[in-house]
């Protein structure tokens, strides 16, 4: 065996966690005690970088309808037996102006829809299962494993990942590629396909706990189908499966995602 190799298994190994929410041993060698103040910076510098609306109908729409997808989560994780999960996540709303159909989330909760997306999601119900899904990617820790699998593909034992916290450049391309603000680097690291369907489930599950209609979900992939009909498709959903299957999975799972929300909202 190859002493590369060797590294990497050792690393994965040490780096193997239970995700609280999915119940799923993953690769992520990254705590949020780590992430969270990486995102956050990168999330300042954004923000710094774009024009951010302020005391708009649209922007009071996503803040409002955030913050039930927000308190959905913290009745998942109570309802999975992990209360005080959330305690450290400081939730925030941004809508910025860009034409690109793109959201996304980062650890700690730090939400930017772009205005471009609006008219696909066309609703409360829509912008709901839109951020049901980016938050699902954060509470999941997909990001975290997307740069832990992209660090120990480099090499890097368990000390570099931590040296790289020392490393400005080498921090901000990590953070922005796991995270999905592909336009600021050049080049996105892409969820996998699995993580993405992981996400769609989650995040269904998300909008029905905060009391949106589920069957909104699949009609607005539909929307965004045809919007990427003969053209490239939106940047959301450059790396996810196919429009079909997401449709066909979202009508599925819709009653499993309904009944889950009664039980975990009949609870006092």
Known sequence: MRP???????LMFSACKVNH????KTFNAFSNKQLFPMALQQYNSFLSENEVIRGTTEQAKIATIGKKIAAAAQRYFAYKGYPEYLKEYAWDYNLVKND??????MPGGKIVFYTGILPIAK?????????????????ADHGGQR?????A?????????KATEKQPEEKRKAILTAYGIGSTVGAVLPFS???ES?????????MAIAGYDVNEAPKLWERMKAASQGKSPPELLSTHPSNQRRIDNLKNWAAEAKTLAQKINSQP
Do not use: Y
Not at 198 to 206: F, M, Q, V
């Open 4 to 10: 590369l190799s060797f590294l990497l298994m050792i």
């Open 21 to 24: 929410l999915t119940g799923k």
């Open 100 to 105: 690109q159909r793109n959201a996304w989330c």
């Open 123 to 139: 609703n409360d119900a829509g912008i709901a299962a839109i951020m049901g899904h980016e938050v699902a990617h954060a509470l």
């Open 147 to 151: 740069m832990s699998i992209s660090l």
């Open 153 to 161: 593909q480099k090499g890097l034992s368990a000390v570099a990942i």
């Open 193 to 195: 396909r699995k993580h």
């Open 198 to 206: 992981e996400a769609d489930k989650i995040g269904l599950e998300l």
